[in-house]
């Protein structure tokens, strides 16, 4: 996982490098450029920010205007604590506000969780909240859409932009390869997103949504990378190949994919974990 946010900013205190590397410009973590034809000028739009990390209001390929809006961001990112390896939480009551950026990264609003509807860090590292407004209750009230979630596997090479709704930045990168296994202390997550090097994401960024140029749509969540060279601690996770061998990658960082969730949300983006094709681990 990215460190707790605090934890991020009293390491930088105590090196003395205060709070410079968290908010400089940078080319990996700088305003969108100019779109070629090919690609979407990716903003920070439906992005959100939460007390210790980042997040987005997503909707899935069908779901309704009317239906209650969402927020995605990570497992670890969860007020209550870390799920334990194994533990699935639905359904659990939650007040969770969030945040609501436009464009520009402007805050235009707040919004407030009715449900943690999902929330696991087994196979994957996610948290979904429900939301007490509709989505066009929202786009009414402020101007702002939701992120679509892509419903297929995403594909190494493309290029992506992490949107950090927490550090309102903008990290340009591309899909490097797929982890067969990523591990980092107690937890392992299944067929995780590598990022190539620029995308230098940092404590806070958690939760963010990892975001095709091509299509717009939201393809994994950012959760992690390997800060100290360790081999599968915390804050340094291992990739494992379906042979067992480990890989370590100093200074690159991953995201959890999201195209299997779309099939878990139904009639009024109501979770049903028993739904054809879905496949995220249940209680």
């Given at each position: 996982m990215r460190k707790p946010l605090l934890a991020t900013l009293t390491a930088l205190v105590i090196?003395?490098?205060?709070?410079?590397?968290?908010?400089a410009a940078t080319d990996q973590a700088a305003p969108a450029k100019k779109a070629s034809p090919t690609l979407k000028a990716v903003s920070l739009a439906g992005t959100v920010a939460l007390s210790n990390c980042?997040?987005?209001?997503?909707?899935?390929?069908?779901?309704?205007?009317t239906d209650p809006g969402l927020v995605l961001s990570n497992g670890h990112c969860l007020e209550t604590g870390f799920p334990e390896p194994g533990e699935v939480i639905v359904n659990q009551a939650s007040s969770r506000s969030f945040?609501?950026?436009?464009?520009?990264?402007?805050?235009?609003?707040?919004?407030?969780a009715?449900?943690?509807?999902y929330s696991t860090m087994t196979d994957t590292d996610v948290t979904i909240y429900q939301l007490t407004r509709s989505y066009a209750s929202i786009r009414n009230t402020y101007g702002i859409s939701p992120l679509t979630v892509q419903?297929?596997?995403?594909?190494a090479g493309t290029a992506i932009t992490v949107a950090s709704g927490y550090w309102k930045r903008l990290y340009n990168c591309n899909i490097d390869g797929f982890?067969?296994?990523?591990?980092?202390?107690?937890?392992?997550w299944k067929d995780s997103v590598r990022y190539t090097s620029a995308c230098q994401t940092i404590g806070g960024t958690s939760g963010s949504p990892v975001v095709d140029q091509a299509t717009g749509k939201v393809v994994a969540v950012n959760n992690t990378g390997n800060e100290d060279g360790e081999t599968c601690t915390v804050n340094n996770p291992c990739e494992v190949d379906a042979n067992g061998n480990v890989t370590v990658r100093e200074g690159i960082n991953y995201a959890q994919e999201t195209y299997q969730i779309p099939a878990c949300f139904t009639t009024r983006n109501q979770l049903n974990l028993n739904a054809s094709g879905c496949v995220l681990p249940k209680p």
């Open positions: 090196s003395g490098a205060g709070m410079a590397p968290a908010v980042s997040g987005s209001v997503i909707r899935f390929p069908n779901s309704a205007d945040g609501l950026l436009n464009s520009s990264g402007t805050r235009v609003g707040t919004l407030r009715s449900k943690v509807a419903d297929t596997h995403p594909a982890a067969y296994r990523l591990k980092e202390g107690d937890w392992t």
